[in-house]
């Protein structure tokens, strides 16, 4: 009887030591399970809440589309050729006063920084942690498509040239940025040099 007991009870842990280790594998693909190809909305959008979740704002910059990335670039270009501009011809106390204006973009590394600074300074960050949530469907026309989800947002996005979707909710902001950045960068040379010709001997 007391074999039958043991043997009753060897029985009972190996079949939940058995249950443990099915829900566990469940577990692991349910929350591991890959991301769908970055070349489908699903995936590109997945990967931007991804990132958002993860605090890393310019993780999301592949995932623009291709005008927004441009036009990030083109910030950080024409604020760091204002600055030299600035450095080389400005008088104090103009100089310290336009470069605290420009340098924070000048001092970037690439237009992912830039459009990373920019999404902070606009609350473009809070703005997408407030609304990303799980996709309910996908509206697909050709080379733009619709992202819905279940909050009710429409994330658009268009086919870039290398088959990734970027997100187009931020493009007209960064290309109006960029036409600032190089408006401002023409003013700058114009005011360069004039105070280069003043200086100049006589």
């Known amino acids: 009887m007391a074999v039958c007991s043991i043997n009753a009870f060897v029985r009972n842990k190996v079949a939940l030591l058995g249950a443990l280790i099915v829900v566990g594998v469940l577990a692991f693909f349910a929350f591991h399970r890959p991301f769908p190809s970055d070349r489908t909305p699903e995936g590109a959008y997945m990967r931007i809440a991804h990132s958002m979740a993860d605090g890393e704002i310019g993780a999301i910059f592949p995932y623009l589309e291709t005008d927004a990335q441009w036009a990030s670039y083109t910030i950080r270009e024409m604020r760091a050729k204002a600055c030299a501009r600035i450095r080389a011809s400005y008088p104090e106390p103009e100089r310290t006063r336009m470069l605290a204006s420009y340098e ?6 690439d237009g992912a920084d830039a459009f990373a600074l920019l999404a902070r300074l606009r609350g473009w960050v809070a703005r997408l942690r407030k609304d990303l949530s799980g996709v309910v469907r996908t509206e ?6 619709s992202v819905v989800t279940a909050r009710g947002t429409r994330y658009p996005f268009r086919k870039r040239e290398n088959g990734i979707w970027g997100l187009t909710i931020f493009t007209a902001e960064l290309m109006a940025e960029a036409e600032r950045a190089a408006r401002d960068f023409q003013v700058v040379t114009s005011a360069a040099d004039d105070y280069d010709r003043a200086a100049a001997p006589k």
Not at 104 to 109: D, I, K, Q, R, Y
């Open 140 to 145: 697909v026309d050709g080379e733009r498509a």
């Open 104 to 109: 924070p973009f000048a001092n970037l590394s």
